[in-house]
Every structure is written in structure tokens, then in C-alpha cells.
């Protein structure tokens, strides 16, 4: 089975601090994405990368960047944290291709709080 | 724009009463679709997907949908439910390289 890891499970960041949550999947994929996770919103999609040092941005990039040296492993940087970046941030990885094993492997999610 | 509307954010049900939870998506050329659930304090999980051929689908946990490409639906269904349904539904549309999630709708079932 693909797995994605997120490093932390628990963060508690100052306000202003720089921040660094690190997502690594074991299954070769091009394809990576980070979301945050807020009640009655949903997932909404940060930044993707379909391969590495590229990037896109999502439907709400303002306040992070991303960065991807490697393939399996895929940053989500927060420059200057802020209290309403308080959330939980999903990293996921999508299969290659298009054919009936297409589909998305999520990691079990970054609670930070911003304090 | 695309975009995945979940027209109920709370459904609470009894025990063994069927469900349905509605999702509608803007519409596009092509696309797959998803429903995952989320137990609490847990990560998601896939309930099944729609990617091409048969419109009814059927996933884990006794959970069917079906893709209505007419209306740009893709409704989950269960006839029975348990107290282990309890959690949040969330269904997402690929759009080629997105995935754009609904708002979430928390099923809530009681004894």
C-alpha cells in the first residue's frame, strides 16, 4: 500500500515563526498536494507539484510556499505563521496515470496551532 | 469555476434507517469522483469512486453512489445504517490535476 507521512501529528508555533511540515510517500508518485482542513469548509487545496522543483498554486496559496527537491518528499512552508493558520494540513499523493487504479493515498493530517 | 457542493452539512438518522447524502458539482468535460469518511480524530479514508463505466457504484461499508451526469450528482447512499456510521462524508471531484473537496456533511446517527 502507498503510504504518505507526515512527520508531525501535534505542532504548536509562535506567531511570526517561520514554519516547515514535511510530507514523504513511498510510492514514486509524481503527484503530490497539500490541503488544510477546516470544520464547515472542507479540504481546499494549497499548492500541488506533478514533479519535482515544479509547483502550483492552489485555491489558497497566500501566506505558504512549497517546495519539492526530491520526488517523495513535498514541504509546505508557512514564511510568517499566523493565528489563522491555526488548522489541520493534509499531504496527499495521487497514482499515476488514469486507469482504474487512479486515485489519491492521504496522510493522517498536521494539527498546528499558531499561538 | 469548479466547484463541489454538499447540500446538507449535518443529516442525523436512527439506527437502521437508510441515507442518502447529497453532492452536486459544477460541470466539466470529464471527471472522477470520490467520497471519502473521516472518523474522529482519525485521517480519511476512501469510501469509493466513480471513474468510468457502470453509474452505480459500490464502495466499503455497505455505501453505494451513483453518477448522474444529467444532473452533476453523485449521491451516497446506505439503506441501513449503524452507529459506526457516525462521522464526517466528504465528497471530491478530480478536475485533471485538482481535487476539490465538498464542505463536509456529518452524519449523525442515533439509537
Known amino acids: 500500500d502507498v503510504k504518505v507521512t507526515q512527520s508531525s501529528r501535534y505542532l504548536v508555533k509562535r506567531t511570526g515563526e517561520k514554519v516547515f511540515l514535511e510530507c514523504v510517500q513511498d510510492m514514486d508518485h509524481e503527484n503530490m498536494f497539500w490541503y488544510r482542513q477546516d470544520p464547515g469548509l472542507g479540504l481546499r487545496l494549497i499548492y500541488f507539484s506533478y514533479d519535482v522543483k515544479m509547483k502550483e498554486k492552489g485555491d489558497i496559496p497566500e501566506g505558504y510556499s512549497v517546495s519539492r527537491e526530491k520526488k517523495e518528499r513535498f514541504s509546505l512552508i508557512l514564511e510568517s505563521a499566523s493565528t489563522n493558520q491555526t488548522s489541520m494540513y493534509l499531504c496527499?499523493?495521487?497514482?499515476?496515470?488514469?486507469?482504474?487504479?487512479?486515485?489519491?493515498?492521504f496522510g493522517s493530517g498536521t494539527r498546528l496551532t499558531v499561538v | 469555476a469548479q466547484s463541489v457542493t454538499q447540500l446538507d452539512s449535518q443529516v442525523p438518522v436512527f439506527e437502521e434507517a437508510p441515507v442518502e447524502l447529497r453532492c452536486n458539482y459544477s460541470?466539466?468535460?470529464?471527471?472522477?469522483l470520490f467520497w471519502y469518511v473521516q472518523y474522529p480524530n482519525q485521517g480519511l479514508q476512501l469510501l469509493l469512486k466513480?471513474?468510468?463505466?457502470?453509474?452505480l457504484v459500490k464502495g466499503i461499508n455497505g455505501f453505494e453512489a451513483e453518477f448522474n451526469k444529467s444532473q452533476t450528482s453523485f449521491h451516497l447512499r446506505k439503506p441501513s445504517v449503524h452507529i459506526s456510521d457516525t462521522a464526517e462524508y466528504f465528497c471530491a471531484v478530480s478536475y485533471g490535476n485538482k481535487l476539490v473537496f465538498g464542505a463536509g456533511t456529518i452524519l449523525r446517527v442515533k439509537s
Open positions: 466513480y471513474l468510468s463505466g457502470s453509474t
Open positions: 496527499a499523493s495521487r497514482t499515476k496515470g488514469w486507469g482504474p487504479n487512479y486515485g489519491y493515498t
Open positions: 460541470s466539466s468535460v470529464s471527471v472522477y
